[in-house]
């Protein structure tokens, strides 16, 4: 199949896939927002499932006596930006911490941090990153505060230092409707285990029941794998679960246990006890004047465990509402124990083909992804470009001072993980040079992708140019050409025209690495495709934005490649020689060359 034949195909593939769509009813969940407060009527009472494992709230030990008093010295608060508390957060996991449809990071989370930070005069700050940067963006001051539903263990309070807790969470184990597992005692080895990867229930799969979990990179993603039955159970954050887990959804919450290690709460750095304190007496104001009970009963409406409250333990403990008798007169959820497993084509048509999803999705990706991904591939690939070719140049050079350091370069940047590079550059010399990028993370997240790309060009320029015959130089420096002026009109030229495709190639996986710039902490109108994709689909715990981020890239990948063929064949057949120029009488040595 030709270029063009193919490049057909591809785009007829593409409509009848938009207008499949287009023909499809929406999916049971594609109106439900997930990121909007349920309120009060979801409540739900102490579960009395708990697992007989479990460790009860006796073991706080970390809870303070009581706060400082307010108000607090903000001067004294060490914060990045004086006034504003610059908060770390993620947007995919609701109804904790997420971004709603307004593009705004909400959740019970950051509404309690808000009416905290309101009470200590503080403007507030949210800007998006991935879990497993978190704590070590927290630590080197990236952000004064993560603000993740975090679990407080011991291990990472070696890392980060804790306010009091604002909620103590449960786990809860989510099965496919007819599943023999009934208990986390019933989980075993040979058993597909769903967990998010750095969160406390992969610990607690881990060490406390010793089997080896599947590990997701978000939760709308193991959510999926277990509606579609990829795996068998999902060990979740309570919370976590009852908002995600949707009437009709072919899966069920079976038991619950305590979370294992403490309470929930903000993370801060070690040595800032200032901010420490002034959140703490914060959070102890908002529980005293009922903000706390209202945005806990507007979010996460659950009965707490016995004997835990939140706040210092001077507080007095929250007046709630009778959360248990609330459940109790709620109509009954539908029972999805004997709904049939779904089939592959329905599976695939609710997951992934939602038009009135795709239809939302568009205007933020075009709006808001497409030029935040299109600024960072651009400026990279110059980057990349300009570093790589002076990579090559280098690296076939005679001198070894030259030759060994590009080659040092290349293995180090090819050789560790692009997650890696970035972090290193963004935790590493990003509080170096804070003051320069106003802590913006754009130039760091160029300058890294930038760097990555110029390991790869480098070795596919120098493959390039070695693969120039030696002829060539040697006819151009016999009619008098310098070695540098050879080397930039012979066989520079010529190695670049060969390694086109290649280049090309390169260029494309920049443009989908452009996403891993979230890691370093986002403001919402800095997302890229993939990240407004993402959010959408945490919003509605459907797949089709992602789907739909998806074709913006091809949009953009596919003619990308085909104008790079149709220059490497134009360059392939050469320039048509015009009647005005006569080949036996050339009238500079570059046209005698070409003639060789």
Not at 39 to 62: C, E, F, H
Not at 220 to 228: D, E, G, I, M, Q
Not at 488 to 506: D, F, H, T, Y
């Amino acid at each position: 199949m030709t270029g063009e034949r193919m490049y057909k195909a591809v785009l007829v593939a593409l409509a009848v896939l938009f207008v499949a769509t287009m023909g499809l009813a929406p999916a049971a969940g594609a109106d439900v927002d997930q990121c909007a407060p349920p309120g009060i009527d979801s409540a739900s009472a102490l579960p009395t499932n708990l697992a007989s494992a479990a460790k009860g709230p006796d073991a706080d030990k970390y809870t303070t006596a009581g706060v400082e008093p307010l108000p607090v010295d903000l001067n004294a608060l060490g914060l990045g930006t004086p006034g504003v508390l610059t908060v770390g957060t993620l947007s995919d996991a609701p109804p904790s911490i997420c971004i709603n449809t307004e593009n705004q990071f909400t959740g019970f989370d950051n509404e309690l941090l808000r009416a905290v930070a309101d009470r200590l005069g503080l403007k507030v700050d949210f800007v998006g990153t991935d879990f497993s940067g978190l704590l070590a963006q927290v630590a080197s001051r990236r952000f004064d505060v993560g603000s993740s539903s975090i679990t407080t263990t011991d291990a990472r309070r070696q890392t980060v230092g804790f306010t009091n807790g604002y909620d103590f969470g449960y786990f809860s184990l989510v099965v496919p409707p007819g599943s023999p597992i009934a208990g986390f005692s019933q989980l075993a080895a040979g058993q597909r285990i769903g967990v998010v990867q750095g969160t406390v229930q992969e610990a607690y799969v881990v060490d406390t029941l010793g089997l080896d979990p599947v590990k997701f990179p978000d939760y709308n993603t193991v959510y999926a794998s277990l509606k579609t039955r990829q795996i068998d159970a999902w060990v979740a954050p309570s919370q976590q679960a009852i908002g995600t887990v949707q009437a009709g959804d072919p899966a069920q919450i079976v038991e619950n246990t305590f979370s294992l290690d403490n309470f929930v709460a903000y993370a801060v750095a070690r040595e800032n006890k200032p901010l420490i304190d002034a959140l703490n007496a914060g959070l102890d104001a908002v529980i005293a004047d009922g903000t706390w009970s209202k945005l806990y009963g507007d979010w996460v409406p659950r009965a707490l465990p016995p004997g835990w409250k939140p706040g210092s333990k001077a507080v007095p403990a929250p007046v709630l509402p009778d959360f248990s008798a609330i459940a109790e007169n709620k109509k009954p959820a539908a029972d999805n124990s004997g709904v049939a497993p779904k089939s592959v084509l329905r599976q695939l048509k609710d997951s992934f083909l939602d038009w009135e999803l795709y239809r939302k999705a568009i205007p933020d990706l075009f709006t808001t992804g497409l030029p935040n991904t299109l600024i960072l591939t651009v400026c990279a690939s110059v980057i990349g470009l300009v570093l790589g070719m002076g990579l090559a140049v280098a690296g076939i050079s005679r001198a070894r001072w030259l030759r060994w350091p590009a080659r040092v370069y290349t293995d180090v940047f090819r050789g560790l993980p692009e997650v890696v590079i970035i972090l290193i550059i963004g935790l590493g010399v990003g509080p170096i040079v804070g003051g320069l990028t106003g802590n913006n993370p754009y130039p760091l997240g160029i300058a890294a992708l930038g760097l990555m790309a110029a390991a790869y060009v480098g070795e596919i320029l120098r493959s390039g140019i070695q693969s120039v015959e030696p002829g060539q130089m040697e006819a151009s420096r016999a009619l008098g050409f310098s070695y540098p002026r050879s080397m930039r009109l012979v066989v520079v030229p010529q190695g670049i025209r060969r390694v086109l495709p290649a280049l090309m190639n390169q260029f494309i996986s920049l443009l989908k690495a452009s996403s891993l710039v979230y890691f370093l902490g986002l403001i919402a109108s800095q997302r890229e495709l993939f990240q407004v994709g993402r959010d959408l689909n945490a919003q509605t715990g459907n797949l089709s934005p992602l789907v739909a981020a998806g074709l913006f890239y091809l949009a953009l990948t596919i003619p990308l490649t085909h104008l790079v063929n149709y220059i490497d064949n134009r360059l392939r057949r050469g320039r048509p020689v015009t009647d005005s120029e006569d080949p036996a009488n050339p009238t500079d040595p570059a046209s005698t060359l070409e003639m060789v």
